[in-house]
C-alpha cells in the first residue's frame, strides 16, 4: 500500500520574470555559440525575455567557475548557466577541465543557493561537440536553460531560507 505524501514540490517551465546570467568559454567559440543561441531560445519559449538575460565571455571552460561565483554571489539573477565545450585530446588535460569546472560550478549552487547549471560539455571529438550544440543530440544550451528555468522556480516553492 502506498503512502500518502503531504506535498509533492516541482519547478515549471515558465521563465517569465526569471533573471538569467550566462557565462560562456570563449574556446571553441563556433560551438558554444550555438549552444548560448539555444539557451536564449529555450528561456524565450518559455515566457522570459531576453532583457532579462546577461552573458559573460570567459576565456575558456576553466575560467568559468569564478564568472559563475561572481554573477551568482551579485543577488542579481535567479539562476546562472555556465556554457562551454572541452574537446578530448592526446592528454588527459580535458578531463582534468572538465572535473574541476563540474566540482566548482557545484560547490558555487551550493554556497550561494541559486541554481548554478552545468552546460559545458565534454566531448570525446569534434563530432560529439557538433551533435551537442544543436544536431542530432539537440542543444545542451536549450537543456541546461530549461534545467535553470525549472530549478529557479522549484526553489521558490521549497520551504526554507531565502537569500
Not at 106 to 135: C, Y
Not at 136 to 141: C, L, V
Request: proline share 3%; aromatic share 4%; charged share 25%.
Amino acid at each position: 500500500m502506498k503512502k500518502e505524501v503531504k506535498r509533492i514540490f516541482e519547478g515549471t517551465l515558465e521563465a517569465k520574470g526569471i533573471k538569467f546570467a550566462i557565462a560562456c568559454a570563449r574556446f571553441n567559440e563556433f560551438f558554444v555559440s550555438k549552444l548560448l543561441d539555444g539557451a536564449l531560445d529555450a528561456i524565450v519559449r518559455h515566457g522570459g525575455r531576453a532583457d532579462d538575460v546577461d552573458v559573460a565571455w570567459v576565456p575558456g571552460s576553466l575560467e568559468l567557475p569564478i564568472a559563475v561565483q561572481r554573477l551568482a554571489e551579485s543577488g542579481s539573477y535567479d539562476a546562472v548557466i555556465a556554457l562551454g565545450v572541452v574537446i578530448q585530446g592526446a592528454t588527459p588535460h580535458a578531463g582534468l577541465i572538465n572535473a574541476e569546472v563540474a566540482k566548482c560550478i557545484a560547490q558555487t549552487s551550493l554556497k550561494t543557493g541559486l541554481p548554478v547549471i552545468n552546460g559545458v560539455i565534454a566531448a570525446n571529438d569534434i563530432e560529439q561537440a557538433i551533435e551537442r550544440s544543436g544536431t542530432k543530440a539537440g542543444n545542451k544550451g536549450a537543456d541546461a536553460a530549461k534545467t535553470a528555468i525549472e530549478m529557479a522556480n522549484l526553489l521558490k516553492n521549497l520551504p526554507g531560507r531565502k537569500k
